[in-house]
């Protein structure tokens, strides 16, 4: 079994940045995918961002890109989402998960694929 570990969200104003990071524990070398989702109240659950572990390919859903950006440290089995310019809209629960597998690019965001997920970390953006 695999834990992820989620960095403490935060309150931030519209405009503003924050970074959140995940810590993945306990069997880390069996993860090849790591990624972000997002939930907002009365919402599903929604793909944010992905990087593959081996050689840090990454996805980025088209209402982050250029804003948000995932990256990750595989020395310390980290993943970390840098989210620059937030917005009411980004307001929600970030959760972190992490798969086995390891998948074309175009395939990181189906969350029925990842097998392990954080306790999430709410993140408010006021406007």
């Known amino acids: 079994q695999v834990e992820l570990v989620e960095s403490t969200g935060g309150w931030v104003q519209s405009g503003g940045s924050l970074r959140l990071s995940c810590v993945a524990s306990t069997r880390a070398s069996s993860i090849c995918t790591m990624s972000w989702f997002r939930q907002a109240p009365g919402q599903e659950r929604e793909f944010v961002a992905a990087i593959r572990r081996s050689d840090g390919a990454t996805n980025h859903a088209r209402s982050v890109k250029g804003r948000f950006t995932i990256s990750r440290d595989r020395d310390k089995n980290t993943a970390y989402l840098q989210m620059n310019n937030l917005g009411p809209e980004d307001t929600a629960i970030y959760y972190c998960?992490?798969?086995?597998?390891?998948?074309?690019?175009?395939?990181?965001?189906?969350?029925?694929?990842?097998?392990?997920w954080g306790q999430g970390t709410q993140v408010t953006v006021s406007s």
């Open positions: 998960a992490a798969a086995s597998a390891s998948w074309i690019v175009s395939a990181m965001g189906r969350k029925e694929g990842y097998e392990y």
